[in-house]
C-alpha cells in the first residue's frame, strides 16, 4: 500500500486523530473519487457526544462483537 509508511508508529505519533484522518480520506480519494470527499469527511467526523466515536464505530464494534 502506497503511504502506508505515513501511518507507522513514529511518523503519525506527533499527529492528533483527527489528522490522521485528515491523511487518511487524502490517500483514500484517488482509489474512492474526489467526489466523496464529503461524504468521507462525514464518516470520520466526531459524534457529538464526548467519547461517541466516529459514524463507523458502531458498526466495527458490532462486527468486532460478532467476529469468530
Do not use: C, W
Request: aromatic residues 6%.
Amino acid at each position: 500500500m502506497n503511504g502506508q509508511e505515513d501511518f507507522y508508529d513514529i511518523p503519525s505519533s506527533n499527529r492528533t486523530p483527527t489528522e490522521t484522518r485528515a491523511k487518511l480520506i487524502e490517500l483514500a480519494l484517488p482509489i474512492v473519487g474526489a467526489d466523496k470527499k464529503d461524504i468521507l469527511n462525514d464518516l470520520l467526523a466526531h459524534k457529538t457526544t464526548p467519547n461517541g466515536g466516529i459514524a463507523v464505530t458502531d458498526e466495527l464494534k458490532y462486527t468486532s462483537v460478532f467476529d469468530p
